[in-house]
């Protein structure tokens, strides 16, 4: 079976699923969009690391990018709101882990960057979804 084919059948399994998720709403849409922004961030971080960007935090960054819908969700829910500081903070922690690990020559403020973009664009951006 060729990749275009793969690719269609795939397709073709999962938009009635996807309609079915979006006109449910609630949790069921932000787990979607969770996995969206996961598989999102995931490809975002591999063409970063490829175009000589620095080398983001991958698995911080897509875990984060999937849990920003989530978050939202609990938000709309009433369950729990996550403070400015709070992001403030795993960003620092962030920066001095790069600068930990990888050291002042190994580019951490580019890691950081890359990697909160890459939750930026990614995570909030399909947090508008829901």
């Given at each position: 079976?060729?990749?275009?084919?793969r690719r269609v059948a795939f397709?073709?399994?999962?938009?009635?699923?996807?309609?079915?998720?979006?006109?449910?709403?609630?949790?069921?849409?932000?787990?979607?969009?969770?996995?969206?922004?996961?598989?999102?961030?995931?490809?975002?971080?591999?063409?970063?690391?490829?175009?000589?960007?620095?080398?983001?935090?991958?698995?911080?960054?897509?875990?984060?990018?999937?849990?920003?819908?989530?978050?939202?969700?609990?938000?709309?829910?009433?369950?729990?709101?996550?403070?400015?500081?709070?992001?403030?903070?795993?960003?620092?922690?962030?920066?001095?882990?790069?600068?930990?690990?990888?050291?002042?020559?190994?580019?951490?403020?580019?890691?950081?960057?890359?990697?909160?973009?890459?939750?930026?664009?990614?995570?909030?951006?399909?947090?508008?979804?829901?």
């Amino acid at each position: 079976m060729s990749e275009l084919a793969r690719r269609v059948a795939f397709a073709v399994a999962a938009i009635p699923v996807v309609i079915w998720v979006v006109w449910q709403g609630g949790l069921a849409l932000a787990v979607l969009l969770a996995i969206a922004a996961g598989i999102g961030a995931w490809e975002f971080y591999r063409i970063a690391a490829a175009g000589g960007s620095g080398k983001p935090f991958v698995i911080a960054g897509v875990a984060a990018s999937a849990a920003v819908p989530l978050l939202v969700h609990g938000a709309y829910a009433g369950l729990a709101r996550v403070p400015i500081s709070a992001v403030t903070l795993v960003i620092l922690a962030l920066l001095a882990a790069s600068i930990w690990t990888r050291g002042v020559s190994g580019k951490p403020l580019s890691a950081v960057a890359s990697t909160v973009f890459g939750v930026l664009y990614t995570g909030v951006t399909l947090s508008f979804g829901y």
